[in-house]
């Protein structure tokens, strides 16, 4: 009966793992789907910035910022880089971590020795991975990451990156991205010097009416346009986080179901086999008498 009772150990133990692993996969669905409606508004509200900051530079040629534009601030010294990691929170989300450090690793190895290179770490998951990192030193790491305090993450890093002086020539961020609901790829981002956008026509004059310089509307919008960008970038994130846990746990639960229907159908031969042993005894008892 020993064999019977680990049996049933085991297969309450795999009931128990499903049952969580199922609860885990509806909440990330949940969150998936509620992350989705916002998710619209902000890449609007991203996009149209971009595009206000592009409009601008256009008409004020001259104008430049020694963050968004660090090349004309540091053509003499030595580059300094600013790496901005960010992974998730909890685990049980399949590779999505192991993928990003591995993209991340790749990225480090390419860069040049003499350069002085910074990293913030954002996550918990990842800020565990770089306790046993030596290189290059996470300058900043913010264990705790969530839906709940994205703006005041991307509040406190756009304060860092404009008050730290000199500025950093060039800023990118490391962060996975969804490529479809069941994909999620680790990608490059770079921050800092902004692309311009070549695909935004040149407005006409009477499109554009500024009731203030444009230098200083330009200057009030660098800290807007960073952190609207790390904002997004930390939403993209958290979201496909969120997509790759509900496949994770989606994986789980169908393992676990196999599993389980494996271990019952194995258990009920070996009651079948201890119940036919008994009456041959039984049986076999009866006739000797």
Known sequence: MSQLT???KRIHAVQTSKKIAHA????ARSMHSHLKRQRDTLTEYTTKLR??????ELQTPEWHNGILHPTLERSTQSPRRLIILIGSQ???CGSFNSFLIHFYNSYIQRLSNTDKTDVIVIGNKTAEYFKSSTFPHAIRIFSSFSDKNIASLSEEIT???ITTKPSYSSIVAICNETKGFFTQKPRLFCVVPIPPNQNIPLPSQDELIWYIPATKLLDSLVPIILESTLTYLLFESFFA???????SMDQSTRNAKDLLSNLLLQYNKLRQAKITQELIELVSASSQR
């Open 24 to 27: 885990m996969r509806l909440v």
């Open 159 to 161: 304060r860092f990156i």
């Open 241 to 247: 986080e969120q997509a790759a846990r509900f496949v």
């Open 6 to 8: 680990q049996l049933r």
């Open 51 to 56: 595009q206000l900051l592009n409009d601008l």
């Open 90 to 92: 909890r685990g049980l």
